[in-house]
């Protein structure tokens, strides 16, 4: 195997590899075994056929491009490595020349990391914020407690009401002709949460335990069901019961129940504490969100289309596997938000190029300021993989390569570039017109 590069416009080279005759000879001969047993030749078995009278009917051709298949990956991959190149995007392969008995030349064009020219990234200057919890605060939160600890009452004497659950039958009419999907039985809808399309919902306001209601509605025009989409249609509903949420006391009672503590005025204590601690958080990582984007401000680099692309497909792939865990598969929700893929792409590439940016900006002042990951850092962070995969840390150890020890080691160092360019930050105070403003 051999290889020249040529550097393109906007980060982006162009490798092209030449596998030796034999090499291709030896893909060839892959390829007729797995296509061997497919071919039919009069006077021979299937699979039996000798190679060269295979060829001799339909050509060598007929085993190139899976020959191809194979000589390319490694070939590839061995280029690529002995390059030195910082490649950050799949290959797009070309063939430039094949044929039996011949080296085979293909092409790989590819993105490289893009050269950045850093900026300030010291000294800048951040919005100063104070962490001050209000008793507002505090009893926003203990509603939230409240809420999780509500429990849900028949009511018999009273119409149905905004924030009630309404047990329900219905079954739903287009044109006069029932529609797949338009029917449930004992459906527990709350009132006032859009759930149901249109003005269902407040229709069902008033009604009682045993009233048959009619609902007139309108499917929106953006609906997913193409056939329903603009179109009015009639709900035939059954009102079973009226449920209603009943909030316990904020007392005494209710904090020793709920907590550690015995008084609402030491629970309260607790809660503000914790607020506290969880708002310094916050601030924390909006100040370091806020400094890393004026850092991004500051740089100058041309990122390949094909890196981002290489991203937006890492996130799709993060995406898929996250509703995945939900029991939603990616061609589910496609369907279900009338969403495509590339659509779906499109609204990702802008997080991916800041994802980019700041991932390169990083890297950049690492490279600047010397930064270095100690071993015992590593170690340390070896030791939190393994305990977020539940698994012992020397087991994490010895499955870890160079190249991953080497990416760790490197997301230890972006994490005190970090450190770095927030401990540099200078703090301000906001004027008095922009707290106007506010």
């Known amino acids: 195997m051999s290889y020249t590069v040529e550097n393109l416009e906007k980060s982006m080279a162009k490798l092209t590899i030449t596998v030796s005759a034999e090499d291709f000879e030896a893909a060839m001969v892959k390829s007729f075994n797995k296509n061997k047993n497919s071919i039919s030749i009069q006077g021979f078995r ?19 491009e899976d020959a191809a298949n194979f000589a390319i990956p490694d070939a590839y991959e061995e280029a690529a490595k002995d390059s030195g190149l910082e490649i950050v995007s799949r290959p797009e392969i ?9 080296e085979f030349v293909f092409s790989a064009t590819v993105a490289l990391k893009p050269e950045v020219t850093l900026g300030e990234y ?3 200057e951040v919005e100063k914020k104070v962490v001050k919890i209000m008793a507002a605060d505090v009893n926003a939160e203990l509603e939230k407690v409240r809420e999780q600890n509500s429990r849900m009452v028949t009511v018999d004497n009273r119409g149905i009401k905004k924030d009630d659950t309404a047990v329900i039958d ?30 269902f919902e407040d229709q069902l306001i008033g009604k009682k335990v045993g009233d048959k209601v009619e609902v007139n509605v309108s499917f929106p025009e953006e609906y997913h069901e193409a056939s329903l989409k ?22 005494d009672e209710f904090a020793s129940e709920v907590s550690e503590f015995e008084t609402l005025k030491d629970y309260k204590a607790s809660v503000k504490k914790s607020l506290t601690e969880k708002r310094k958080e916050e601030v924390k990582r909006e100040k370091e969100n806020e400094v890393i984007e004026k850092a991004i401000e500051n740089i100058s680099v041309e990122i390949p289309e094909a890196m981002i692309d290489e991203q937006v497909q890492q996130m799709v792939q993060e ?6 865990s939900q029991g939603i598969s990616f061609e589910q929700y496609m369907q279900m938000t009338g969403m495509t893929p590339n659509a779906l792409m499109g609204q990702m590439k802008p997080e991916a190029e800041k994802r980019i940016k700041t991932r390169l900006t990083l890297e950049a002042i690492v490279k600047a300021e010397g930064i270095k990951a100690s071993d015992k850092e590593i170690e340390a962070e070896m030791e939190k993989m393994a305990a977020m995969y539940q698994m012992e840390a020397d087991k994490v150890k010895e499955m870890m390569g160079e190249t991953e020890r080497e990416q760790i080691a490197m997301d230890v160092a972006v994490q005190k570039a970090v450190d770095l360019i927030v401990k540099n930050a200078v703090e301000v105070e906001k004027n008095e017109e922009e707290k106007e403003e506010q």
Do not use: Q
Request: charged content about 35%; hydrophobic content about 35%; aromatic content about 12%.
């Open 319 to 324: 995406f898929a596997s996250r509703i995945s």
């Open 94 to 102: 070309d063939v430039v020349d094949i044929g039996k008995g011949k």
């Open 122 to 124: 010291k000294g800048l």
């Open 46 to 64: 299937k699979g039996k056929a000798p190679r060269k009278m295979v060829e001799k009917l339909y050509g060598p051709e007929v085993f190139y």
């Open 230 to 251: 603009g179109k009015p249609a009639l709900f035939k509903v059954t009102i079973k019961e009226i449920k209603n949420k009943e909030l316990p006391k904020l007392d």
């Open 170 to 199: 219905f079954e739903g009419f287009v044109d006069g002709e029932a529609f797949a999907g338009g029917k449930g039985e004992d459906y527990p809808l709350v009132i006032g949460s859009h759930s149901f399309i249109d003005d």
